[in-house]
């Protein structure tokens, strides 16, 4: 399993705008910029995690992209879900997803334990934690 570059971009311009100061907005182009990602692809991710509710746009001068929600409540997790949908490490772990295998699947619980291993590591920490400066840095 592999994230996509799309996921990828999400998770990085999210965490750029968690270091901003609350509601403050910055444009795609400094985003892209400072994380140096490809503007279009970038604008194209960030009209998802608008869909979604994670971020508010607004045109203009003074427009950009900022959190809609506080950092505090954002994980990996929800960003990957909001561009991927259900994260799921095998098609039968995503929801309605038949396999005529699956009373006698030997392997399904194992695969229902690492993707519930996943999802928590994703879950862990926030984007307040990750753009904290001050805060300790994250370990594996």
């Known amino acids: 399993m592999q994230l996509t570059r799309q996921s990828e971009y999400a ?4 965490l750029e705008l968690s270091m901003l100061p609350e509601g403050e907005f910055m444009q795609s ?8 990602l490809p503007e279009q692809f970038l604008n194209k991710t960030v009209q998802i995690l608008a869909r979604v509710g994670l971020v508010e746009t607004r045109r203009g001068m003074q427009g950009g992209v900022r959190l809609a929600v506080r950092p505090e ?8 879900g909001a561009g991927e949908g259900k ?3 095998n098609p039968c772990l995503s929801g309605g997803y038949h396999c005529a295998n699956r009373p006698s699947c030997r392997v399904h619980g194992i695969l229902n334990r690492a993707q519930e291993a996943l ?9 307040a934690e990750l753009a904290g400066e001050d805060e300790k840095r994250i370990t594996s």
């Open 119 to 127: 999802l928590t590591e994703l879950g862990k920490e926030t984007f």
């Open 87 to 89: 994260i799921a490490i």
């Open 29 to 36: 182009r400094a985003i892209a910029a400072r994380q140096e």
């Open 73 to 80: 409540s954002i994980t990996i997790a929800d960003v990957i």
């Open 11 to 14: 998770i990085r311009a999210v």
